[in-house]
């Protein structure tokens, strides 16, 4: 590493950011300095938890820019409302987004969705949590594909997840719930399980 930059910013209260530039010498033949960027946001938890790192922004390469590469305050406070494991919403984002959305689309009737994995504890004590966090990254990809522009889905906590999905009938949402069910783990991943992963939730029609 030939030079260190870091700078810190508190974008909201109980939100830190740190930004960080390294410029490192690569050990090839005529080969330039390479300098990485990345941005670490934390949030402070009540309890005895304390800090907790919320999203780790991507390195990218600089081209030929020697300021340090800030994002906006809109980038820190979108960066705030995602969870850090998966990259869809936290709870704060998913009321958030509901919000607009309910304020966009007036007409629009919606159902709120909350379901959690069943015996996911046996799974990480069983399996690992390295394959547990890829089984909560599975189930938030699929979800939120299976969201349309005027829905929102995120992970409220630790394996529970939540969507605002329009409704359109019982028959339609309870259809589609049962086709998104067989969707939500990546085949692949089922194939490591001697055991099915099933879920329990509920819908709530405000």
């Not at 406070?77 to 607009?100: H, N, P, Q, Y």
């Not at 992970?155 to 999905?165: I, M, P, Q, T």
């Amino acid at each position: 590493i030939q030079q260190a930059y870091y700078e810190t910013a508190l974008p909201a209260p109980g939100v830190a950011s740190v930004f960080i530039r390294l410029t490192m010498h690569i050990l090839l033949p005529s080969a330039p300095p390479h300098t990485t960027f990345c941005c670490i946001t934390a949030q402070l938890l009540e309890g005895p938890d304390g800090w907790k790192v919320r999203l780790l922004h991507g390195s990218a390469q600089e081209s030929g820019q020697h300021d340090i590469l800030q994002p906006s305050q809109q980038q820190l406070e979108e960066a705030r409302l995602r969870d850090s494991l998966t990259g869809i919403w936290g709870m704060e984002g998913i009321v958030r987004r509901a919000k607009e959305l309910i304020a966009e689309y007036p007409g629009q009737n919606y159902v709120v969705l909350k379901f959690g994995i069943n015996n996911f504890r046996y799974i990480n004590q069983s399996y690992g949590f390295s394959v547990g966090d890829k089984i909560l990254r599975s189930i938030a990809r699929n979800l939120r594909r299976a969201c349309g522009d005027r829905e929102v889905c995120g992970r409220v906590e630790k394996d529970v997840f939540a969507a605002v999905l329009e409704f359109r009938g019982k028959e339609e949402v309870l259809d589609r719930l049962d086709r998104l069910c067989g969707r939500l783990v990546d085949r692949d991943l089922l194939e490591l399980f001697p055991m099915d992963i099933s879920f329990s939730g509920g819908l709530y029609l405000p």
